[in-house]
Antibody, heavy 118, light 110 residues
Framework: EVQLLESGGGLVLPGGSLRLSCAAS????????LHWVRQAPGKGLEWVSGISGSGSSTYYADSVKGRFTISRDNSRYTLYLQMNSLRAEDTAVYYCATYYGSGSFNSWGQGSLVTVSS | QSVLTQPPSVSAAPGQKVTFSCSGS????????VAWYQQLPGTAPKLLIY???KRLSGIPDRFSGSKSGTSATLGITGLQTGDEADYYC???????????FGGGTKLTVL
C-alpha cells in the first residue's frame, strides 16, 4: 500500500519561507512523478508543482513560479517543496500526490497545513 | 475562478442516480483525459475515474465517467449517505501547461 506523509507545515510570516517534505513508502519511488496540490480553507483544489521520477523535469503553476522549488531525493524516498516569499494567499493544506498518468493523481497524502499570517 | 466549471452543489435521495457536470475547453477536456476525485469531509481527495471513464481498482461500478466534446460527466447510481462529499474534475491543460481542476461540486444525499 502506498503511503505518503507530509510534514513541515506551520505558521509563517508574510515574506517568510517554509520547506515541506513528503515521505513515501510502498512504491517504486524513482519511477513515479510526484506533485503538490493545495487547497485553501473552504476552497477547491489547485495544482502547485510537479517533478518527474528522475527529477530532471519540473513544473510550476504561474501563481508560485519563481517562489517555490520542487525537488526529490530518490535515495530517501522523499519529495520536497521549498516555499519562499510566502503570501497570505498561499495559506492552504498542501497535499503530495503520485502521478498516475493521463492527467490523474492516484495516491494522496493526508496534507500539511501552511498558514501565512502576521 | 477555476479553469474547469462545475456546479457548486447537487442533491438527491438515497438509492437515486446523480450526475456531475464539468465544462472546459479544447485546451483541456476537449483534447486531454479527464479524471474525477471524491473528497470526503476532512480527508484527502481520492481518485475515482481516470482517462475519462476508467474506474480505479476498487471503485464500485456505481461510479461511471463519460466525456463529450469539451464537457465531462460523473455519474453515481444507487446513492448512499456515505457518498456525501465534494467531487472534483481535473485534466491537463495544454495551453496553460498546467494541471487544472474544477471548483468542485458538493453532493448532499437527502
Amino acid at each position: 500500500e502506498v503511503q505518503l506523509l507530509e510534514s513541515g507545515g506551520g505558521l509563517v510570516l508574510p515574506g517568510g519561507s517554509l520547506r515541506l517534505s513528503c515521505a513515501a513508502s510502498g512504491l517504486a519511488f524513482p519511477t513515479f512523478g510526484l506533485h503538490w496540490v493545495r487547497q485553501a480553507p473552504g476552497k477547491g483544489l489547485e495544482w502547485v508543482s510537479g517533478i518527474s521520477g528522475s527529477g530532471s523535469s519540473t513544473y510550476y503553476a504561474d501563481s508560485v513560479k519563481g517562489r517555490f522549488t520542487i525537488s526529490r531525493d530518490n535515495s530517501r524516498y522523499t519529495l520536497y517543496l521549498q516555499m519562499n516569499s510566502l503570501r497570505a494567499e498561499d495559506t492552504a493544506v498542501y497535499y503530495c500526490a503520485t502521478y498516475y498518468g493521463s492527467g490523474s493523481f492516484n495516491s494522496w497524502g493526508q496534507g500539511s497545513l501552511v498558514t501565512v499570517s502576521s | 475562478q477555476s479553469v474547469l466549471t462545475q456546479p457548486p452543489s447537487v442533491s438527491a435521495a438515497p438509492g437515486q442516480k446523480v450526475t456531475f457536470s464539468c465544462s472546459g475547453s479544447s485546451s483541456n477536456i476537449g483534447n486531454n483525459y479527464v479524471a474525477w476525485y471524491q473528497q470526503l469531509p476532512g480527508t484527502a481527495p481520492k481518485l475515482l475515474i481516470y482517462e475519462n471513464n476508467k474506474r480505479l481498482s476498487g471503485i464500485p461500478d456505481r461510479f461511471s465517467g463519460s466525456k463529450s466534446g469539451t464537457s465531462a460527466t460523473l455519474g453515481i447510481t444507487g446513492l448512499q449517505t456515505g457518498d456525501e462529499a465534494d467531487y472534483y474534475c481535473g485534466a491537463w491543460d495544454s495551453s496553460l501547461s498546467a494541471w487544472v481542476f474544477g471548483g468542485g461540486t458538493k453532493l448532499t444525499v437527502l
